[in-house]
């Protein structure tokens, strides 16, 4: 089975509120993650990464929590707006893989 | 500019065909790499290659081969096609390894075998 999943397939949020997109990951040993913002028809798009050595990273409007301790990432999108609608991928990379673990996705949905 | 290019983005072609996808990367990555997402939008790795080495995911089948003309370039392609191959295959590169950097994707092409 794959080591990277998420909780929840789909999330629906309203417009202004913030949303947690929740990954566990199952190789302790991945130092690398990052989470990827995938839009209807396009490929996915950085959004943020994390490296191991840290527990939480900020960019505009978007947060990464690391929990090494759970093997659990987080990522918080602060005052959510239409165009945050999209499939959110997590990513591990690291600990031996020949490259990054993809988990399944979860389908952001924004209600106005 | 376009940072990671692929060509077509969208294939239909019949079963038992050979195909190749194009990408291009004009970031001065040093590694590239191939991905293919299934219809429930699962992404799994493909290839990863440098110019150095080119690391194969085991489960892919050898009618795959990735053909790197140079380092900005790394192309696909697919022998005898088969329904199962139906997907949207993405390009990517990295600065350097592929687990410690990120990856930067390109816009998809959508391969559909009759």
């Known amino acids: 089975g794959e080591s990277v999943g998420l909780h929840l397939p789909t999330l629906s949020v309203q417009e202004g509120d913030n949303s947690i997109i929740n990954c566990a990951y199952s190789?302790?040993?991945?130092?690398?993650f990052i989470w990827y913002k995938q839009e209807s028809g396009k490929g996915p798009q950085f959004i943020i990464d994390?490296?191991?050595?840290?527990d939480k990273r900020q960019g505009q409007r978007v947060t990464v929590l690391l929990n090494k301790t759970v093997k659990h990432l987080s990522l918080q999108i602060a005052a959510t707006q239409p165009g945050d609608s999209a499939v959110y991928f997590c990513?591990?990379?690291?600990?031996?893989?020949?490259?990054?673990?993809f988990g399944k996705g979860t389908h952001l949905i924004i209600q106005p | 500019d376009t940072a990671v290019s692929q060509t077509p983005k969208y294939l239909v072609t019949q079963m038992g065909n050979d195909k190749s996808i194009k990408c291009e990367q004009n970031?001065?990555?040093?590694?590239m790499y191939w991905y293919k997402q299934d219809s429930k939008k699962f992404l799994k790795i493909m290839f990863s290659?440098?110019?150095?080495?080119?690391?194969i995911n085991e489960t892919v089948p050898n009618r795959f081969s990735p053909k790197s003309p140079d380092k900005a370039h790394l192309n696909l392609h697919i022998n005898s096609l088969e329904l199962g191959d139906s997907a949207v295959y993405f390009c990517?590169?990295?600065?350097?390894?592929?687990?410690?950097?990120?990856?930067?994707f390109g816009p998809g092409t959508r391969l559909t075998v009759l």
């Open positions: 990517a590169s990295s600065l350097r390894g592929p687990t410690t950097d990120t990856q930067y």
């Open positions: 994390i490296r191991s050595n840290m």
């Open positions: 190789n302790s040993a991945s130092d690398y």
């Open positions: 990513a591990e990379g690291g600990g031996g893989a020949d490259g990054l673990t």
């Open positions: 290659y440098n110019n150095k080495e080119l690391i």
């Open positions: 970031l001065g990555h040093d590694t």
